[in-house]
Nanobody, 127 residues
Framework: QVQLVDSGGGLVQAGGSLRLSCAAS????????MGWFRQAPGKEREFVAA????????YYADSVKGRFTISRDNTNNTAYLQMNSLKPDDTAVYSC????????????????????WGQGTQVTVSS
């Protein structure tokens, strides 16, 4: 079992940067693929980014490609989401998630394919 704790959110002006962290408990963190999702008020949760167990393959939503970077440190059981050039449309609650198993097709984009979730951290981007 894995427990995830998100942190690093906050209020930032448009064009600014934030780095989110996802600290995981458990000794099997390196066996899980990781994802970041976000949910804005009145909207469904949406995929943001994902990484395979070793971080060598990464995937991004078109809306964040080139601005956000997902990474992971398996030694320290932590995943990160570096967010640059933030826009007001990026305002949402961001949550990390862990999934047991390999990437198959586009399953990394599916909320239902993830087994564990962080509590979420608020990101607010002002114009």
């Amino acid at each position: 079992q894995v427990q995830l704790v998100d942190s690093g959110g906050g209020l930032v002006q448009a064009g600014g940067s934030l780095r989110l962290s996802c600290a995981a408990s458990g000794r099997t963190f390196s066996r899980y693929r990781m994802g970041w999702f976000r949910q804005a008020p009145g909207k469904e949760r949406e995929f943001v980014a994902a990484a395979t167990w070793n971080g060598l393959s990464t995937y991004y939503a078109d809306s964040v490609k080139g601005r956000f970077t997902i990474s992971r440190d398996n030694t320290n059981n932590t995943a990160y989401l570096q967010m640059n050039s933030l826009k007001p449309d990026d305002t949402a609650v961001y949550s990390c998630a862990a999934a047991w198993g390999a990437v198959v097709g586009l399953n990394y984009r599916s909320v239902s394919s993830y087994d564990y979730w962080g509590q979420g951290t608020q990101v607010t981007v002002s114009s």
